[in-house]
């Protein structure tokens, strides 16, 4: 069946540090992918997408780049800060799948120290 | 534009009492509806979803159920709690007949059972 897969954390960094977050996924047909941010105490809020191969998603200096080949997702960015402090999870929804169910990785805490 | 509401947000509830959570969505019509949970550290469970109303797929068996009696308001039931029913409760929405599924998640509510 489908499956996301997501580096283990927590990840800290140091404020202005470059972040990656790995994501790899396996699915039957082509699927869309997501990363979604969760802030303390909140719900999940959809940080980017994208929607078919080398499509690239960006939002917020955040970006992540849709590759087939490689099956992966990673999210990136160039400068984090102690406001990007949260769980991160990647997620895809598979076509194939009914009543578009996401199928979320496990998650991923950042850590920004100032 | 579209919201998410649930209520309440914070709950506290004996073991073997009864649970009612409700969830509802302004600005669209006919979305997909979905409850998950997330116990303290881990990812998202998938715990019911619905493409209509009175139609609710189950994903996992337990003492929860779920029902649909609008378009757009979704609710959570259990008739009694277990101390194994702790955890954050997400309901999302997706529009239907959507190609990409993208979902998007209400605040949460945050139920203690003691």
């Known amino acids: 069946g489908d499956s996301v897969t997501q580096m283990e954390g927590p990840v800290t960094l140091s404020e202005e540090a470059f972040l990656t977050i790995n994501c790899t996924y396996t699915?039957?047909?082509?699927?869309?992918l997501f990363w979604y941010v969760q802030y303390p105490g909140e719900g999940l809020q959809l940080l980017l997408k994208?929607?078919?191969?080398?499509d690239k998603g960006s939002n917020k200096g955040f970006e992540a780049t849709y590759r087939k080949e490689t099956t992966s997702f990673h999210l990136e960015k160039g400068s984090v800060q102690v406001s990007d402090s949260a769980v991160y999870f990647c997620?895809?929804?598979?076509?194939?799948?009914?009543?578009?169910?996401?199928?979320f990785g496990q998650g991923t805490e950042l850590s920004v120290k100032p | 534009s579209q919201t998410i509401h649930q209520w309440p947000a914070t709950l506290v509830q004996p073991v073997g009492s009864p649970l009612s959570l409700e969830c509802t969505v302004e600005?669209?019509?006919?979305?997909?509806l979905y409850w998950y949970r997330q116990a303290a550290g881990r990812g998202l469970q998938l715990l019911f979803y619905?493409?209509?109303?009175?139609?609710i797929s189950s994903e996992v068996p337990q003492n929860l159920s779920a029902s649909r009696p609008q378009d757009r308001q979704f609710i959570l039931s259990s008739k009694k709690l277990l101390l194994s029913d702790s955890g954050f409760y997400l309901c999302?929405?997706?529009f239907g007949g959507g190609t990409s599924y993208e979902q998007y998640f209400g605040p949460g509510t945050r139920l203690t059972v003691t």
């Open positions: 999302a929405w997706s």
């Open positions: 699915a039957t047909g082509y699927p869309s």
């Open positions: 994208a929607t078919k191969a080398d």
């Open positions: 997620a895809l929804s598979d076509p194939y799948n009914q009543g578009g169910k996401l199928i």
């Open positions: 600005g669209t019509s006919n979305p997909n």
């Open positions: 619905s493409v209509g109303i009175g139609q």
